[in-house]
């Protein structure tokens, strides 16, 4: 026992930490212990030190979004073409609207659609044709009888009658009808008439020279006028198939009443 504690008292520190000479000999011999690393603080004076790098696309987003610019380009332009077409269509149908009334009368007097007549410009069949070759009665041929019929709106209180029932004529004969309008009402009022020819394949056939249709007809109250209607039956209905049998052809004249008010200004009609 006291060779050992000898030996402790003559032996050197171990560590420059002893804090006496007198300390047992596992404390003397013991380990230090090392301190923990900090690694949160490392981190941290690391991200401060280093200079931060910008986050970087890689190729294949970058070729994503170019092909997605690319679609909305064309969806853009797509929505930009449709457009147009939208507004040319209502442009379009607002135009037809406007003009329907006048191209329905041109085309009925150039084909005799439903059963309208044709009205003769000066110009006969053929182009370039005049008028008076076509002006040749074809006396070997039968006389058609042409009839005649009115009627009158019920808004519009007028007397409208023809003043002759029927006429006989050869196809390339010229022939003159009136008909007499009377005004019944206490106030003037604007009429406009409208025509066609009765069996409808005959309208093709039925050309009118003069005539008072699709025009304003003003009336005074009280007022009577006769109007002419001068007319002839087209030679080149003898070479129909269709015309073979016709005897009988019949003019048809209604008036209306024009939607004018007292001062001659156009009134819209009354809405439901």
């Known amino acids: 026992m006291n060779n050992a ?20 000999f596992f404390c003397q011999n013991a380990r230090p212990q090392s301190r923990r690393p900090n690694f949160a603080e490392f981190r941290r004076n690391l991200s401060i030190s280093r200079p931060r790098r910008e ?22 332009e797509k929505n930009k073409t449709s457009t147009y077409w939208t507004l040319s269509a209502i442009i379009g149908f607002l135009g037809l609207a406007y003009g329907a009334v006048p191209l329905y009368k041109m085309i009925c007097q150039t084909t ?13 069949g053929d ?11 074809v006396t070997s041929a039968k006389r058609i009888k042409v009839t005649f019929n009115a009627a009158v709106s019920d808004v519009l209180p007028w007397k409208f009658v ?7 004529v050869l196809p390339g004969e010229t022939a003159l009808a009136f008909y007499k309008a009377t005004n019944l009402g206490d106030k003037d009022i604007i009429g406009v008439a409208t025509y066609s020819v009765t069996p409808g394949q005959c309208a093709g056939y039925f050309s009118k020279i003069q005539c008072f249709c699709f025009e304003e007809q003003r009336l005074n109250a009280g007022e009577t006028v006769d109007m002419p209607v001068f007319f002839y039956l087209d ?8 015309m073979k049998g016709v005897e009988t052809v019949t003019l048809n004249y209604t008036f209306f009443k024009a939607r004018y008010d007292n001062n001659g200004r156009f009134t819209p009609p009354a809405s439901n």
Do not use: F, H, K
């Open 127 to 137: 182009e370039g044709e005049d008028l008076s070759t076509r002006l040749v009665p």
């Open 55 to 76: 986050p970087q696309t890689p190729p294949r987003q970058q070729a994503n979004d170019a092909y997605m610019e690319n679609i909305r380009a064309q969806y853009n």
């Open 235 to 242: 030679p080149d209905l003898l070479n129909d198939v269709n």
């Open 112 to 124: 005799g659609w439903g059963g309208t007549p044709i009205r003769a410009y000066g110009l006969g």
């Open 162 to 168: 023809p003043q002759q029932r029927e006429v006989r």
């Open 5 to 24: 504690l000898r030996l402790v008292r003559t032996s050197p520190p171990r560590t420059a930490s002893s804090s006496s000479q007198w300390a047992c």
